[in-house]
C-alpha cells in the first residue's frame, strides 16, 4: 500500500505560479512511476506529467508543457508539480498517482494509488 497526500492548491490570478507537493508513505517511492492528473468539473480526468522512478525521464501532456515541471526526491518521498503562467482553464482538482509499471505510462488506469486530490482555481 502507497499513501500519497497533495498539497500546495489555492486560488491564484491568471499568470501566477503554484508548486503542489505529494508526500508518500507506506512503501519505497523508488519502486513507482509517479504522475500527476487533473479533473475539472464536468470533464474527464485528465493526464498531465509522470516522471520516472530515479527521476531521469518524464512526459508531459502537450497543454502543459514548457509551463508545468514534474519531480521527485526519493529520499523524501515526495513529487511535485511547478506551474507556471496559470490559465483558467487549469482550474480543476489536481491528483497524484503511483505505478509499479516499469515505464513512464500516460494511462489513468495503471497508476494503481491515488491521493484525495487539491484544488487548484485560476481565476482573476
Known amino acids: 500500500q502507497v499513501q500519497l497526500v497533495e498539497s500546495g492548491g489555492g486560488l491564484v490570478q491568471p499568470g501566477d505560479s503554484l508548486k503542489l507537493s505529494c508526500a508518500a508513505s507506506?512503501?519505497?517511492?523508488?519502486?513507482?512511476?509517479m504522475a500527476w492528473f487533473r479533473q475539472a468539473p464536468g470533464k474527464e480526468r485528465e493526464f498531465l506529467a509522470a516522471?520516472?522512478?530515479?527521476?531521469?525521464?518524464?512526459n508531459y501532456e502537450d497543454s502543459v508543457k514548457g509551463r508545468f515541471t514534474i519531480s521527485r526526491d526519493n529520499a523524501k518521498n515526495t513529487v511535485w508539480l511547478q506551474m507556471n503562467s496559470l490559465k483558467p482553464e487549469d482550474t480543476a482538482v489536481y491528483y497524484c498517482a503511483a505505478s509499479i509499471t516499469v515505464v513512464i505510462t500516460t494511462n489513468g488506469p495503471s497508476y494503481t494509488y491515488w491521493g484525495q486530490g487539491t484544488q487548484v482555481t485560476v481565476s482573476s
Open positions: 507506506g512503501r519505497i517511492l523508488s519502486n513507482y512511476i
Open positions: 516522471i520516472s522512478r530515479r527521476g531521469g525521464a518524464t
